[in-house]
């Protein structure tokens, strides 16, 4: 998408500063076409294009909790900069989809950490091995507060609050995971050192009403030391079941609901 003229930008100030999105407006941030805008009271942001002077505008956005539906415009499936994108026929319906999505991610929805790592990594280079780790610290130091507070800063299954021995687990690898899903506090649990490992290796995992799955790989001995004859269950919501099934799948165990 070509450089868009300055009328374009003009335009765009005055509808970012109005709903939300007023943060950084001296200076555009444009590639490829795609303006981006960030609001001073959240991390949110979000992508907007113009296909002409007076339109369409183009919206992306990355936030699954928000469903395309709950704002103006029609889906549009072009090459944009996020997971979802809407064409709006107007600046005004423009207006009105930023200030729709001002509203939820301020008031209906939690912070997003997806949106606090763009925030904080949008400015830092890539480009050596250094810059690229700095990057990944950012994001686990990221997923790990949001587990952290997720959990009420104690091990799912024990109730443990000793720090030192507690451990972010990622349901779904980093290394399968996309930007979004390596700091989702949905993709992880906050578990004991001696759970993490069980879980990490497949010796266990849930189902999707969070009842305790073992393995046949695992002992005896070492169900009776993590279980302490108890049942165990985890108390999980809905956003953890396509992370737990793919934890299912990928362990070999029965992708059962319960």
């Excluded at 010796?203 to 002992?219: I, Q, T």
């Excluded at 985890?234 to 165990?253: C, E, M, Q, T």
């Amino acid at each position: 998408m070509d450089d868009p003229p300055l009328t374009v930008w003009i335009n765009l100030k005055q509808a970012a500063y109005r709903n939300g999105f007023g943060k950084g407006l001296d200076q555009a941030h444009v590639d490829q076409g795609w303006y981006r805008l960030r609001s001073t009271t959240t991390p949110f942001q979000v992508h907007v294009a113009a296909s002409g002077v007076n339109g369409p505008w183009l919206l992306a956005y990355t936030e699954p909790r928000i469903a395309a539906d709950l704002l103006p415009g029609t889906a549009y499936l072009g090459p944009r900069p996020a997971q979802t994108g809407l064409m709006l026929n107007s600046l005004s319906d423009l207006a009105a989809a930023l200030l729709q999505i001002y509203h939820l991610v301020t008031e209906a929805l939690k912070p997003s950490a997806y949106q606090e790592f763009l925030d904080q990594t949008q400015s830092l280079p890539d480009t050596t091995e250094a810059e690229r780790v700095a990057i990944v610290r950012t994001a686990q130091g990221i997923f790990r507060r949001h587990l952290d507070t997720y959990w009420n800063q104690a091990c799912a299954i024990t109730g443990m609050r000793d720090r030192e021995l507690l451990r972010a687990s990622h349901i779904k690898p980093w290394t399968a995971s996309n930007d979004y899903e390596r700091v989702d506090v949905y993709n992880g649990l906050l578990l004991s050192a001696l759970w993490d490992a069980a879980f990490d290796q497949g010796l266990v995992s849930f189902s999707d009403d969070g009842h305790l799955l073992v393995s046949m790989k695992l002992s005896d001995r070492a169900i009776a030391v993590l279980t302490d004859g108890r049942p165990v269950t985890v108390p999980i919501s809905a956003g953890h079941a396509p992370y737990l099934n793919d934890h299912r799948l990928r362990h070999g165990f029965a992708a059962l609901d319960s």
